[in-house]
C-alpha cells in the first residue's frame, strides 16, 4: 500500500465525525491533510437555560506524507508549529485561555512514511510530550499526540500520548 492510498484510507474513516481538508497550510507548513473535530455535552434540568454543567472537547488532526525517510528535524518542526501557532490560535483562539466549559483539545501529528524513520526520529517522537493545563485544569488542558506509520516496516508506532490511538490502528489491521 501507498503513502497516497493509505492517507485517502484515513481521511474517509475520519470524513463520519470531523472535518476535513486536503493540503492544508498551517503557519508555513503544509499538510497533506487537516481534520478537525469538536463536540459539546452538556447537563440541564428541564429547560436548556437552566444548565449544570458543560464540556467542550477539541481535535485538530494534521497529516503528513512523507515520502523520505522521517528525521528528527520533522518533529522539532511540529514541536515548533504547536508552539508557536496551534496551541496559542487554535486551541486558545488567540487568547490567555481558552473559551470557558474547554474541556480539552488534542494536538495529534500523523505521519504516513513510506521509507522508514530514522532511529535518531524514532527515539524524538517517543520521548516527545507536550501537555498544557489552563488555571489548574480547571479551563481544562491541551495535549499533543504524534503517530506514525512506518510503511517501510510494516509498523505503527506513538508517543506515549498517541498510546491509544496505535492500539486502535493495530486492532483495525490499518498496515
Known amino acids: 500500500?501507498?503513502?497516497?492510498?493509505?492517507?485517502?484510507?484515513?481521511?474517509?474513516?475520519?470524513?463520519?465525525?470531523?472535518?476535513?481538508?486536503r493540503s492544508c497550510e498551517i503557519n508555513g507548513i503544509t499538510y497533506d491533510a487537516y481534520a478537525s473535530f469538536n463536540v459539546s455535552s452538556a447537563r440541564y434540568v428541564l429547560v436548556k437555560k437552566a444548565q449544570l454543567w458543560r464540556a467542550d472537547c477539541f481535535e485538530h488532526v494534521f497529516f503528513r506524507l512523507c515520502p523520505k525517510e522521517l528525521l528528527e528535524e520533522n518533529i522539532e518542526e511540529y514541536k515548533q508549529q504547536i508552539e508557536e501557532y496551534i496551541e496559542p490560535e487554535l486551541v486558545r483562539g488567540g487568547e490567555k485561555w481558552p473559551k470557558e466549559n474547554h474541556m480539552y483539545t488534542y494536538m495529534t501529528a500523523v505521519y504516513i512514511c513510506e521509507k522508514g524513520v530514522s532511529a535518531e526520529a524514532e527515539r524524538a517522537l517517543r520521548s516527545f510530550r507536550y501537555m498544557r493545563?489552563?488555571?489548574?485544569?480547571?479551563?481544562?488542558?491541551?495535549?499533543?499526540?504524534?503517530?506514525?506509520?512506518?510503511?517501510?516496516?510494516?509498523?505503527?508506532?506513538?508517543?506515549?500520548?498517541?498510546?491509544?490511538?496505535?492500539?486502535?490502528?493495530?486492532?483495525?489491521?490499518?498496515?
Request: charged share 35%.
Open 1 to 21: 500500500m501507498s503513502g497516497s492510498d493509505l492517507l485517502d484510507k484515513l481521511l474517509v474513516s475520519f470524513r463520519d465525525s470531523y472535518d476535513v481538508e
Open 133 to 175: 493545563n489552563y488555571k489548574l485544569t480547571i479551563r481544562g488542558y491541551s495535549e499533543a499526540r504524534l503517530l506514525v506509520f512506518d510503511l517501510e516496516k510494516h509498523r505503527i508506532f506513538g508517543n506515549r500520548a498517541g498510546r491509544e490511538l496505535v492500539k486502535g490502528y493495530k486492532k483495525a489491521g490499518i498496515i
